[in-house]
Every structure is written in C-alpha cells, then in structure tokens.
C-alpha cells in the first residue's frame, strides 16, 4: 500500500458550537506555540493537501533529521500511490508500529502556521465542517516561490521575525473613546464588544482604538467589507499610520503573497484587509475591529463559507485580544451574542443617539394610494 505509515486519528472532534464560543482552550496551543520556531524530526503528523472529509485525519510520516522544518512547513509526501502536498501538523504522540514512510521534500522555508494558529484552523474546520486542508488553503494567498526567494529578511528558516514595537505612535483620542466606554473597556483583552457608533463617529472611534491598541504596545487588525471602493475607515488608518499600517486587499497574486510574507515577517503594526485578513498571521495580536460587522460582504462564499464575526472573536479569545464588531444596527447572530451575554455592548447614552437621529414620519398605510408605481 503507498501508505503504510499513515494511520487514522481517534475520529473527528464534536463539531463546535455555532455561536461566539471560542476554541476550547488556549492554554495548549500558547505552551506550544512557544516551541514554533524548533526544528522537527522523526514521526510528525502531516495534514495532507486531499480536501476530503473521508481523508480529514493527519497521516503520520518520517521527518529526515537536519530539515529546516517544523510546525506550518509545507512538504511533499507519498499518498496512494502520488506524490501530494502537505503541511506539518506536529510531533506524532501516538505513532504507529512498523516502517513508516519518509516525507519526500521540503516545499518551502515558509511556515505556513504556528501551533496558536493551527488551533484556530481547526476550530474552523470543525465549526464550518470542513475539511483542514481546505481551511489551511483560505488562510494565505496562494504560494508564489519566486517571491519568496526575493524577499529578504522575511523566508527565516526558524520562523517568523519579530520586530519591536517600540517605534512611537499616535496618542488615542481619548474623547472619543471615552463617549464608549474608554480604552480600557473597550479593548479589554479576550473580551468582544458589539459598538454601535454615532454616525460621526464610525471613523473617529476605529482610528482612536487602533491608536490606543498600537500605544499599548500591540498591533491591530481591521476588516472591512469591500476593497473597491476603500471604505472611510480603511482609508483613515492607512493614511495615519503610513509605514506602519499595510493594505491586505486585492493586488494580483505576487503583491497579495509578498505583503502575506511582509505580515508575516513583522514588518507591520496594523493591517486592514477583507475577509482573508482575519487570518493574517500578526503576532502580539492586541486588537481585531470589524467595521460594518453587518455587511454580508463578511460571509465568505467558498469553502469553507466562514463568517469573519465568528473567526475574528474565536481568534481573539485565542489570542487574548480585544474584539470589536462595529455597526449601526447589530446582525442577528450578534443581537443573539449580546441577549445571552456572549457579548458586551458599548454605545452612547439613548438621549444623545436621539440628538443624532434623523428625524422619521410614519404614515398609516390605509392612507397610501395603492396604485402602481
């Protein structure tokens, strides 16, 4: 058989829930996301590229010792019979007896995804029943291999470069975060927030939070609906911030993987994008702000069909951020979140939305003229 070294896991984990619960637990994959960066070597669990959910387990294979690969590392292995893609799962706690066959090559020197991130994968994967490898594809652009052999600095075999963040930024606007709550309240870490903002304040009060994030010492990640046009918000951040602020959005294939490594690399302290950016892979991770959280441009519409709401608050419980979906008038998944108690609510008081208000008339319908228009 052409996978002798291959074995079934225990079976699929219970599908997650489909409200705003997080991954089960952060403790494990923060302990071993400490160990992301060690070199790997003897039996590893692989996630092979066959997006079946027959196939949805991690088949074991031999690590060659001296491999600059690990956690995220995208090889090439023997599977029925053909050589497939795959990705590095783990160490293989449990390996099977008897010969097991070797991985035949390294891909790339890119780690794809460290432990911390392969637990939201998962969550993915389960929440939305899809198959990992599918997941694993949505999290990054395609690979582009000429890239990475041209960016400098940014492919590190041991793993992502970790820049400081000691470069001075912007002081909040503490006014405007005030009118919500304030900064402490608002971006209190592992906790998400629906925020209903004045209609002025929509701009302000994104900008003020990035800024209150950045000067605390943590970067911050912003998702708006569409690209094109670029809505307010995003325009406002990346002029503010300029070289320390990045656009994740469209671009043909070689820019969206260059900027893909450049996140990566941690050349950036903000990144705005859509949808795909929920898992760009920021480091010290202080903030996610979802503008028009109820924009259906936020629903992907292929597998794995996530919705940015979910994945960005389980992310931010995994990463002990802050998550804030802002909007005029709150999804119904996200008036069920504040109901249960799932999330918190910031807004100003009911008078001074009222000042704000336009004014409405209401007509009774008995007194329309019904003819056609």
């Known amino acids: 058989m052409g996978i002798s070294g291959a074995r079934a896991s225990p079976g699929r984990r219970p599908t997650a829930p489909t409200t705003f619960a997080a991954p089960s637990s952060s403790s494990s994959s923060s302990s071993s996301s400490r160990a992301e960066d060690a070199r790997l070597s003897g039996p590893v669990d692989v996630c092979v590229g066959v997006p079946k959910l ?45 010969p097991i066959l070797p991985i035949r090559a390294l891909r790339s020197p890119v780690r794809f995804f460290d432990a911390r991130q392969l637990a939201l994968l998962r969550w993915v994967s389960e929440r939305y029943l ?8 949505r999290s990054h652009p395609p690979r582009v291999a000429d890239v990475e052999r041209g960016a400098e600095g940014v492919v590190e075999a041991g793993g992502p470069v970790r820049s400081s963040l000691d470069r001075p930024g912007r002081p909040p606007d503490i006014a405007v975060l005030e009118r919500y709550g304030g900064a402490g309240d608002l971006l209190r870490p592992g906790v998400s927030v629906w925020l209903r903002p004045l209609p002025a304040d929509e701009t302000p009060v994104a ?21 094109e046009p670029l809505p307010a918000v995003a325009a406002a951040i990346l002029g503010a911030f300029g070289a320390d602020a990045v656009s ?15 996140i990566r690399s941690g050349r950036y302290r903000i990144v705005v994008g859509t949808r ?12 996610i702000w979802i503008s028009r959280e109820v924009h259906p441009g936020h629903r992907e519409d292929r597998a794995p069909y996530y919705h940015v709401r979910d994945v960005a608050t389980a992310r931010a419980r995994l990463a002990e951020a802050a998550c804030v979906l802002c909007s005029l008038s709150p999804s ?12 918190r609510t910031a807004r100003v008081p009911r008078s001074l939305e009222r000042d704000h208000a336009p004014m409405v008339e209401t007509t009774p319908p008995e007194g329309e003229d019904r003819s056609v228009r």
Not at 207 to 227: I, K, S, T, Y
Request: a negative charge; charged letters at 20%; one cysteine or more.
């Open 54 to 98: 027959a196939l949805d387990r991690p088949f074991t294979y031999e690590l060659p010792e001296g491999w600059e690969a690990g956690v995220g590392s995208l090889v090439s292995v023997g599977f029925h019979g053909r050589t497939v893609k795959g990705w590095i799962l783990g160490r293989a706690l449990d390996p099977p007896a008897g």
């Open 130 to 137: 899809a198959p990992l490898a599918t997941v694993i594809e």
């Open 276 to 287: 795909p950016a929920v898992f760009a892979p920021l480091a010290d991770l202080g903030l």
């Open 332 to 343: 119904v998944e996200t008036a069920a979140g504040v109901a249960e108690g799932i999330l």
């Open 207 to 227: 900008l003020a939070g990035v800024e209150a994030c950045v000067a605390g010492g943590r970067r911050a990640l912003v998702l708006v609906p569409e690209a």
């Open 248 to 262: 994740f959005a469209g671009g043909d294939a070689r820019t969206r993987y260059a900027t893909w490594l450049a």
